[in-house]
């Protein structure tokens, strides 16, 4: 558990204070960052709906063989050597179905330090050069499907009210990295990236889950981390609109938005806009 709540309070430090890694430290936003019930211009719902039919039950054919927690991964003293017992065998790699795959690398991540770099693309970087797996996963022609599907079958699983609450901080502590993650996408077609953005919203819509009224509850964290994830897809849907559409914020704002997802009450006005103009 212990290891759980190091990770959600990495999140909380990236998240509200990020230290700006390589830009020129900004003076202070003079507004505060929106502490206000979370509300979409639009809705997903129906869409949401008809993809939830997924089926998530399955066995992997291969897990890792060493677990947190266990007697042999508190022997470990370095992080080399946790990395290097984390790795995927070649032969087995290979061979994976992108779904099994896909839920492989979110295991991993869960533990990966994406969130203590000052920038999280520093720690997807980072991610990307430590395992193979993700570096796999991101070379299949389906990368997006398995990506989505697993989304689907975790907010499936989050929604169930018999969860645990040790289990619920697991997979909420992964929905932040799975969020990050889908930023890296590069796609050739746009609808992919459409179909990334409307899973971002829609999850949380059909579960309940933005709660900016909630500043005790770690689900706090997770309407930053995903209007983050919101508008580096926006960018690699339309730049350019994206750049007009911000014009009249200021430009420490616009830092906040794009290296810690601090949302100022203009800059989530537009994101959202962006966002339902383009699920719409």
């Known amino acids: 558990m212990n290891k759980y709540l190091n990770i959600i309070i990495a999140c909380s430090l990236f998240f509200s204070c990020g230290s700006g890694h390589d830009n020129p430290k900004q003076e202070p936003e003079p507004e505060e960052p929106v502490e206000a019930p979370y509300e979409m211009p639009c809705s997903c719902m129906d869409e949401w709906i008809s993809q939830e039919e997924t089926t998530c039950q399955r066995e992997l054919p291969w897990d890792f063989p060493v677990k947190p927690g266990t007697e042999e991964w508190d022997q470990f003293q370095t992080h080399e050597e946790i990395v290097n017992a984390r790795q995927i065998p070649e032969d087995i790699l290979v061979s ?33 050069d430590e395992f193979n797996g993700v570096r796999e996963l991101f070379q299949r022609t389906d990368v997006v499907n398995g990506l989505l599907k697993w989304y689907r079958c975790t907010m499936k699983e989050l929604s169930d009210e018999t969860i645990s609450v040790e289990r619920e901080a697991q997979l909420w502590n992964t929905v932040y990295n799975w969020e990050a993650l889908v930023s890296r996408c590069q796609l050739h077609e746009q609808k992919e990236y459409i179909k990334i953005l409307q899973h971002l919203v829609c ?19 997770s309407p930053r981390s995903n209007f983050f994830s919101r508008t580096r897809i926006i960018t690699k849907i339309d730049e350019k609109i994206l750049e007009e559409s911000l014009k009249e914020i200021s430009h420490t704002s616009r830092l906040s938005i794009f290296y810690y997802g601090i949302v100022y009450e203009n800059s989530m006005r537009i994101i959202n806009e962006l966002t339902c103009r383009f699920i719409q």
């Open 96 to 128: 994976l179905s992108t779904d099994d795959l896909t839920t492989l690398c979110m295991e991993y991540i869960l533990y990966a330090s994406v969130f203590i770099f000052d920038h999280v693309d520093d720690g997807l970087d980072a991610l990307f």
């Open 203 to 221: 999850g949380y819509e059909k579960h309940v889950f933005y709660r900016w009224d909630d500043l005790d509850s770690q689900s706090f964290i």
